[in-house]
């Protein structure tokens, strides 16, 4: 009887370890696949990037203008803005993203490089991710949920969006492109 406990406890401890080894894997990759903090990925509390410095807004700094609100990081950068607003909102692009199973929609962003991309992510069923290796972006989108994905396009080329939560036997095909022109 004493035999069989300590072997209980022994494979107890073993799963243990097991269970702390496994959870500090999964924190390490998930670090990586976040990449190492990308400036464009800071929260801001859903304030975003100031449009003319495109440094992080502030609810200190916001300036109304046909009805929308533009927050800002400083004093400087309202008054920048005000002379000529539309230069400022033709940077910022707004796209709707939907994840599926087994898809994205719409399934190509472009975007011109420098442009303040606002991604409103959602799902249609099951939580999907939202992963662009190359902006350090990783996001989860839920069903009746919108993700706010917030970064500056500086980077040109073609990157891959792919879904990096399983969701079921065609995940690994799951992709989208984001096509960042010069």
Not at 75 to 86: N, S
Not at 130 to 140: L, M, P, S, W
């Amino acid at each position: 009887m004493a035999r069989i406990l300590l072997m209980f406890l022994v494979c107890m401890s073993l799963i243990g370890a097991f269970s702390i080894s496994f959870a500090e894997e999964m924190h390490d990759h998930d670090q990586h696949m976040m990449g190492e903090g990308h400036k464009s990925m800071e929260k801001t509390q859903d304030l975003g990037i100031c449009p003319v410095m495109k440094g992080k807004a502030t609810k200190e700094y916001s300036y109304t203008y046909e009805g929308k609100i533009y927050y800002f990081c400083c004093p400087g950068c309202i008054e920048e803005f005000k002379k000529d607003p539309a230069k400022y909102i033709s940077k910022i692009k707004e796209i709707d993203l939907t994840a599926y199973q087994f898809g994205f929609s719409p399934e190509e962003i472009v975007v011109d490089k420098d442009d303040i991309v606002k991604l409103s992510a959602t799902s249609k069923d099951v939580p999907h991710g939202i992963y662009i290796k190359e902006y350090g972006i990783n996001a989860t989108a839920e069903k009746g949920k919108d993700e706010k994905i917030e970064f500056i396009a500086d980077k040109v080329g073609e990157f891959d969006i792919i879904c990096s939560i399983y969701c079921g036997q065609g995940h690994h095909g799951m992709k989208a492109k984001l096509i960042v022109k010069e």
